[in-house]
């Protein structure tokens, strides 16, 4: 059965801490990337990866790291230096990430809060 | 000004109307438009695409692209309940090193359709 897996669906976390949002994917695309999700604003890139150990920054990278050392794996770290951390995060995978209408798939979310 | 703008609703139809859905957009460089659906909880999923101005349909889903007037439509005609969903309009530009894989999303219309 394919497809991509977030975990944990609820994570809450106390201020100044560090937190790790897991995404797997078995559909053996290349291309994997984080969106954030806030009420009346449209997804946002945070980072995504066309290859295993590269990534690119999108749009509002700041307070966010990520590594890709395996294809299937892409987790995201939510730092202390995001000032706004609450929010439902988003993983999706695409083929190449070389297609402008290449079709995304996305995970179920991570809605994080920040208590 | 977002370079997508799209009516957060919520919009409430009648099982059976038609439901009308569209987007602006500001980029010229835009020529790729996908809609997606987006269930409660639950990570957005592709409805359609297109390419360039004109309409497209696929079952009881018609997608416009105005670029004139730089506009979008989704039309879901014969609405039912489970069409109640958020539905999020996407673009990209054309082809190019910058654009891979980089969407632009609108916020997202809520659409409850009542029996």
């Known amino acids: 059965d394919g497809g991509i897996t977030q975990s944990p669906k609820y994570l809450f976390r106390k201020e100044g801490q560090n937190v790790t949002l897991s995404c797997e994917q078995n559909?053996?695309?290349?291309?994997m990337y984080w969106y954030r999700q806030d009420p009346g604003q449209g997804l946002r890139l945070i980072y995504y990866?066309?290859?295993?150990?590269?990534?690119q920054k999108g749009d509002i990278a700041e307070g966010y790291s990520v590594s890709r050392e395996k294809k299937e794996s892409f987790p995201l770290t939510v730092t202390s230096a995001q000032k706004n951390p609450t929010a439902f995060y988003l993983c999706?995978?695409?083929?190449?990430?070389?297609?402008?209408?290449?079709?995304?798939?996305f995970g179920p979310g991570t809605r994080l809060t920040v208590l | 000004q977002k370079e997508v703008e799209q009516d957060p609703g919520p919009l409430s139809v009648p099982e059976g109307a038609i439901v009308s859905l569209n987007c602006t957009y500001s980029?010229?460089?835009?020529?790729?438009f996908m809609w997606y659906r987006q269930y409660s909880r639950k990570g957005p999923e592709l409805l359609m695409y297109?390419?360039?101005?004109g309409n497209k349909e696929d079952g009881r889903f018609t997608a416009q692209v105005d670029k004139s007037s730089k506009y979008i439509s989704l039309f879901i005609r014969d609405s039912q309940p489970s069409d109640s969903a958020t539905y999020l309009c996407?673009?990209?530009?054309?082809?190019?090193?910058?654009?891979?894989?980089?969407?632009?999303f609108g916020a997202g219309t809520q659409v409850v359709v009542t029996p």
């Open positions: 999706a995978s695409s083929i190449s990430g070389r297609g402008a209408l290449e079709e995304q798939f």
């Open positions: 559909l053996n695309h290349d291309a």
């Open positions: 990866s066309q290859i295993v150990n590269d990534f």
């Open positions: 980029n010229s460089a835009f020529q790729y």
């Open positions: 297109t390419y360039s101005s």
């Open positions: 996407a673009m990209s530009p054309s082809l190019t090193t910058d654009s891979w894989g980089k969407f632009q």
